[in-house]
């Protein structure tokens, strides 16, 4: 078996088209069918971001199992922020014994030290999908919602927003996607940006205010001309969640996923 009939076989071991296995790879359209005998290190490491799970060594040589084990296999790629820390939220008045670095759009950045920041950002619950999408812009809305924090180390300033997960949709059965509950600490993206590529390569997972509703999800693609972006769901029942198209002329705000925390018990 060649390395192009193994790269084909992993792909419809995952159930999904050669080019949204390019896609998500960062790989060019077509770049599958025109593997000769190997792969570049830069293609590959592409791959092996996208695709942990996968073996290089059956990838590359056709040795072992196309399938690292279990504890291998974890899902990393979604959240860059690998150090992030959750931490009980601080009881009124003790936030502020902590130095403020930055206040922006209801977002605090509080110097905890060895480089490491208390990020308290609004917390939207599950219940509060649908007034989030009405009070988004509204300041004295966002200053009513709970709050969230989440220690990182060296975060990107900006706005920040955290999300409870709802439903099902992004829930694979493996670490590292998104279960009913998780909170996903997002940072905004600002408008000016969605007319150049969005940066899907680099942050794979997305949270899209839209005029009906808040999607957590993973974008596939973006046609930057039409203003389009494909979403995927994690969830392998395709279905009840198959891919679909979202025009960025319905959304009103743009998250990147930076740190997931899972609810204490």
């Known amino acids: 078996m060649t390395v192009k009939e193994r790269v084909r076989r992993f792909i419809e071991h995952l159930g999904i088209s050669q080019r949204q296995f390019e896609s998500q790879s960062g790989l060019s359209n077509g770049y599958v069918g025109n593997i000769s005998n190997s792969i570049s290190h830069a293609k590959l490491e592409g791959i092996s971001r996208a695709f942990p799970q996968l073996s290089t060594s059956w990838l590359l040589l056709g040795e072992g199992e196309m399938l690292k084990t279990e504890s291998e296999s974890i899902i990393k790629r979604a959240l860059p922020e690998s150090s992030a820390i959750p931490i009980p939220m601080p009881q009124p008045g003790e936030e502020h014994e902590l130095e403020l670095i930055r206040k922006e759009d209801s977002t605090e950045f509080r110097l905890v030290g060895d480089g490491q920041y208390m990020i308290i ?14 009070g988004w812009a509204d300041p004295v809305y966002l200053e009513e919602l709970p709050r969230h924090s989440i220690v990182l180390s060296k975060p990107s300033i900006g706005v920040y927003r955290a999300f409870t997960v709802r439903g099902d949709s992004m829930d694979n059965g493996l670490r590292g996607s998104f279960a009913a509950g998780d909170i996903l600490t997002a940072r905004k993206l600002q408008h000016k940006y969605w007319r150049g ?3 899907i390569h ?32 994690l969830n392998p029942d395709k279905e009840t969640y198959p891919d679909f198209e979202l025009s960025l002329a319905d959304v009103r705000e743009i998250y990147y996923v930076k740190a997931r925390t899972e609810p204490l018990d």
């Open 121 to 134: 950002c609004p917390l939207v619950e599950q219940s509060a999908y649908a007034g989030y999408v009405a």
């Open 197 to 199: 590529k969005l940066h």
């Open 202 to 233: 680099k942050y794979k997972f997305f949270v899209l205010v839209t005029v009906d509703g808040i999607q957590i999800k993973e974008i596939i693609d973006h046609r930057v001309e039409e203003g389009i972006v494909v979403c995927h769901s």
